[in-house]
């Protein structure tokens, strides 16, 4: 735990209470960051390898690509503790190239998901842990993975709403139907290595349909090697049309469609695609957080307040602040 903890009378030391967070994306890390600061006994399970969630980064064959996230506003207020702690490690930068006179993008370094690493300091993560049952245990519950049960008094999910009923649990029916009108769009990604620069800006944020946007990764700040890494998502459309793709298709198929939509292109030296079936919220649910099971249970994620990192942030710190309120 940090030194920054403060420190805690035995009583309240045995009392903490303890609590499971369940996704190391913004949301999930912004509330364990804030909970293991005031004291509280936090464990965060992930699924998959790493930090970040969809502030996602692929590397393969010394190349490397941000696929999820490309950048997030500089003025964000929400993101602005984050932002000067990741800055001052070297784990976040302005994107000067992309930068428009009315907006300052910045990136992680090496990659979006580095900005993660200041939430993460010191924090018990178990990463490759799907959360499979949460099961009521006494006054708290129990989170189960295929290692077992881990017992808790309050639990904070931030998996994308729509990915929820997954999870084997209760729920009563007002937090359902209010999770349950959460709506996500999917979208498409391709990730491709040129031989040559492309004589392109870099970031296109109108491009030719089918695509939402076209960047070029290699000109962000801190990126490995001299490579021509570049990254095109596909517009709401065309991802919904062809979500069933695999990885292999989708990088195939969007990358004809680059050829058609800015021909001539450069040859490549690698092509990968990737789907994100929950990309981001087109319906929100409209406030920070939905609290079920008493107020022990509590929904959160970008997807609460909107689409965007800061969303996640605002609404990780605001799940975090309800559970203080009640336990200090
Ligand atoms: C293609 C794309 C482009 C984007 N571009 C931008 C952008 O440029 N700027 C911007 O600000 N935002 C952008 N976003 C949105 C941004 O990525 C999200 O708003 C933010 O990262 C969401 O954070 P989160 O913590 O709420 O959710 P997530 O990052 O999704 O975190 C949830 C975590 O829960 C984990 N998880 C899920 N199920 C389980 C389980 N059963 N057990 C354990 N763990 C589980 C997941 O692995 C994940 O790590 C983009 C998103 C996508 C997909």
């Given at each position: ?8 009378s ?12 369940i ?5 999930g890390?912004?509330?364990?960051r ?26 393969r ?7 999820g996230?490309?950048f ?8 602005q503790?984050l ?5 001052s ?22 990659g979006?998901?580095a ?8 924090l018990?993560?178990?990463?490759d ?9 006494g006054?708290?519950w ?6 077992g049960?881990v ?9 994308p ?5 997954r ?10 139907d209010?999770?349950?009108g959460v ?7 391709l ?8 004589d392109?800006p870099?970031i296109?944020?109108t491009?030719?349909a089918?695509?939402?946007l ?11 090697g001299?490579a ?5 998502h596909a517009?709401?459309a ?8 695999d990885?292999p ?9 680059l ?11 690698a092509?990968?695609?990737?789907r994100w079936r929950?990309?981001?919220?087109t319906q929100?649910l ?5 609290a ?7 929904f959160g994620?970008d ?7 800061e ?10 602040a309800?559970?203080l309120?009640?336990?200090?």
């Amino acid at each position: 735990m940090r030194s920054t903890r403060p420190v805690m009378s035995e009583r309240r030391e045995a009392q903490r209470p303890r609590i499971g967070v369940i996704g190391a994306g913004v949301a999930g890390l912004s509330a364990a960051r804030r909970l293991a600061d005031a004291g509280l006994e936090v464990t965060v399970f992930e699924k998959s390898r790493g930090l970040g969630g969809r502030m996602a980064c692929r590397r393969r064959d010394g190349l490397q690509f941000d696929h999820g996230a490309q950048f997030v506003d500089a003025d964000a207020p929400a993101l602005q503790d984050l932002l000067a702690a990741a800055r001052s490690q070297g784990l976040a930068a302005d994107w000067t190239e992309a930068a428009r006179e009315a907006q300052r993008y910045v990136v992680g370094v090496p990659g979006m998901n580095a900005m993660c690493r200041p939430l993460a300091d010191g924090l018990d993560i178990r990463f490759d842990t799907e959360i499979r049952t949460l099961r009521r245990a006494g006054s708290g519950w129990a989170i189960g993975s295929a290692g077992g049960d881990v017992h808790v008094d309050r639990v904070i999910l931030t998996i994308p709403a729509p990915q929820l009923p997954r999870l084997e649990m209760e729920l009563d029916p007002e937090t359902r139907d209010a999770l349950y009108g959460v709506r996500f769009a999917p979208a498409l990604a391709l990730m491709v290595a040129f031989e040559e620069r492309p004589d392109w800006p870099a970031i296109q944020r109108t491009p030719p349909a089918p695509f939402a946007l076209i960047l070029r990764d290699s000109s962000k700040p801190g990126r490995p090697g001299d490579a021509e890494c570049w990254v095109a998502h596909a517009d709401e459309a065309w991802s919904r049309r062809n979500v069933e793709l695999d990885r292999p298709e989708i990088g195939a198929a969007l990358l004809s469609e680059l050829e058609a939509a800015m021909a001539p292109l450069p040859p490549s030296r690698a092509v990968m695609g990737h789907r994100w079936r929950y990309s981001q919220a087109t319906q929100p649910l409209g406030r920070a957080f939905i609290a079920s099971g008493c107020g022990t249970l509590l929904f959160g994620g970008d997807w609460a307040l909107g689409d965007r990192v800061e969303h996640a942030a605002e609404s990780g710190r605001a799940m975090a602040a309800a559970i203080l309120a009640e336990t200090e």
